[in-house]
């Protein structure tokens, strides 16, 4: 298994810049609470597949595109050119943020992207809605994946659901001795582990505290922990203000955290399956995860065409291959990610897919997946939410 990727972000002033064109309004919109959604571009959407061009570009997560050398029995990009004759460039994004401002340079027909990224390319003009009966493999994509709030707008969908995981919570057992059932352990400013807690490191991340203070602060009316309004958004960053007092160290480097959590510098915080999985297979140090009584953010990868790809037919190819059973049982295992494909965990070592809940649509639906925050609020309540671009700013502020 590969690491995921890290997520650290651009200039606030890029940032800004960019969801303000993305999301279809500025940070400082006073549009009513009535306010329509904001309209997609309107982007034609493929009626056939013919032969490949020859040539696929892709930016993608570290892992996603693997053609044996990283490890030579990992390739299942070269069976995919074979089949094709689509020969694939791939170019390792390292943030959402870096994959959104390289698809809009026009230069690549597709990206993976995560659920903080893909309705900025919905809205912003840089993809396309998929036709999905185009895509053969759809059809046994896990239905809890499919018209999602991250993938699809108004029903239509504008990719193709590749992978997903939980953000959970890890400790060190021999540390904490008390094993955590909740996020206060992370929010609580008198913690005995202050200066060994972690915290992910991104804007994102705020959601995890608006889920902690839906559950606990009612008062605020929270209902879907990326649609914020001023005060809830206000209240998040108090949270995650105090919350700096006891942090050891942001994380958005799987290996850099886990070889924390090994040295004994960590000893607590949000994390992935796969960070606890290395962890526990180096024998380091002892550690448990849980999802805990609030729940969990969580993020879902997702295939999107460029609207103006120059390679459509092999991008169309290449959604439908890399979702195929066998290859996606493949980047789930090497990447550490629950497989899209429904009849993938017939490929998969045995227990893998358990693990990961790959077919567990009631653990899927508990949680609560990374979703671009947009000025129109996604809980229904019109244009008086907070966008990524004050999220962004926030999220300076936090880290001081």
């Not at 996020?183 to 608006?210: E, H, L, Q, R």
């Amino acid at each position: 298994m590969r690491h995921r990727r890290s997520t650290a972000t651009l200039s606030v002033v890029g940032v800004v810049a960019l969801v303000a064109t993305a999301c279809g309004g500025s940070s400082t919109s006073t549009s009513s609470n009535s306010g329509a959604a904001p309209s997609v571009p309107k982007i034609p959407m493929a009626s056939s597949v013919g032969a490949g061009e020859g040539s696929l570009n892709l930016v993608n997560w570290a892992g996603y595109a693997e053609d044996g050398s990283n490890d030579k029995t990992v390739d299942w990009v070269h069976p995919f050119e074979k089949a094709t004759g689509c020969i694939v460039h791939d170019k390792v994004g390292n943030t959402s943020d870096e994959m959104v401002q390289l698809m809009k340079t026009g230069q690549y027909d597709g990206v993976s992207a995560s659920g903080d990224a893909s309705l900025r390319l919905i809205y912003g003009g840089d993809v396309a809605p998929v036709n999905t009966s185009l895509v053969p493999n759809y059809a046994t994509v896990q239905p809890f994946l499919k018209n999602r709030s991250w993938n699809s707008v108004n029903g239509q969908m504008y990719g193709i659901p590749h992978g997903w995981g939980a953000n959970l919570l890890m400790w060190n057992t021999k540390v904490v001795k008390t094993p955590p059932t909740s996020w206060g352990a992370v929010f609580d400013p008198n913690s005995p582990y202050k200066g060994k807690i972690t915290a992910y490191d991104a804007p994102i991340y705020i959601a995890d505290a608006a889920l902690y203070l839906m559950k606990h602060d009612t008062s605020l009316g929270i209902k879907n922990p990326y649609a914020l309004d001023q005060k809830q958004l206000n209240a998040a960053v108090a949270l995650l203000k105090k919350q700096r007092s006891v942090i050891g160290e942001y994380w958005n480097d799987a290996t850099k955290q886990i070889s924390a959590f090994e040295s004994g510098d960590l000893v607590l915080g949000t994390t992935w399956q796969y960070n606890a999985n290395v962890v526990t297979s180096d024998k380091k140090v002892a550690v448990n995860t849980v999802i805990p009584s609030e729940s969990s953010t969580a993020w879902s990868d997702t295939w999107m065409i460029a609207s103006h790809a120059k390679h459509p037919n092999c991008m169309y190819k290449w959604m439908d291959w890399i979702i195929s059973p066998k290859v996606n049982a493949d980047v789930a295992q090497w990447f550490g990610e629950a497989p899209s494909q429904s009849l993938a965990c017939q490929h998969t070592a045995k227990g893998f897919c358990e693990q990961y809940h790959a077919a567990d649509q009631a653990f899927s639906d508990s949680l609560y997946y990374w979703t671009t925050p947009t000025r129109h609020c996604l809980d229904g309540r019109g244009n008086i939410c907070t966008d990524f671009s004050q999220w962004t700013q926030a999220w300076t502020q936090i880290k001081g």
